[in-house]
């Protein structure tokens, strides 16, 4: 099994089991041993995964104020997370990769592997929930052929996005690629960053 194909299984993995209750306030039970690639790699699509649901739940026009705030800041908080998660999947590919002395032709790339696989876990919720979408018993005929055709966009994202993560990972394991890796610095979720806040003081 490629790498990829480990992630793809294993976000599927999570997205089926968050999907047993459907429920944002379910409590992860993650099924892979702490500190392993596998676990980060299912956390981070569980955290995307409750993120999707409420941001369709933030959606309903007639929701309450406070509770749209409520959730507003639990994806605030959950963005943070998110980013914490790429960072440590980041940190993950520096030590595999650490014994590499990149060439002196090496290239940057524009974006980490980490943010790569950030985007393969979400291609994998739209995969899921485009699906979904297709097999709906209320929908017409014509909604479910319009849903088809961009599910088999997708699954062809999915398959190119798979690729050309294995072949990044190739050129940093062979020097061809210069791995660097730059924090994200968020500053509105910081006290002494966000001017909203620190004046508050």
Request: with cysteine; charged share 30%; net charge negative.
């Amino acid at each position: 099994m490629t790498f990829t194909e480990q992630c793809n299984s294993i976000f599927n993995q999570a997205i089926r089991d968050y999907h047993l209750t459907d429920c944002v306030d379910t409590p992860i039970n993650n099924p892979y041993q702490r500190d392993s690639i596998d676990h980060i790699l299912y956390t981070k699509c569980w955290i995307d995964t409750v993120q999707w649901h409420l941001e369709d739940i933030i959606r309903d026009p007639y929701i309450d104020p406070l509770e749209a705030l409520a959730i507003k800041r639990r994806i605030d908080r959950s963005n943070q997370d998110r980013t914490d998660l790429v960072e440590n999947i980041d940190t993950y590919f520096r030590q595999q990769y650490s014994d590499v002395k990149p060439n002196i032709d090496a290239r940057l790339n524009t974006e980490s592997p980490a943010w790569a696989i950030d985007r393969l876990s979400i291609l994998a919720l739209k995969i899921y929930h485009m699906q979904e979408q297709v097999d709906r018993k209320d929908a017409t005929a014509e909604h479910k052929e319009r849903c088809a055709a961009r599910l088999a966009i997708l699954i062809e994202q999915q398959h190119d996005l798979s690729t050309a993560i294995l072949q990044l990972l190739e050129d940093i394991a062979a020097g061809k690629i210069y791995m660097k890796v730059y924090r994200q610095m968020k500053m509105y979720n910081d006290p002494a960053t966000n001017p909203v806040l620190y004046k508050q003081k």
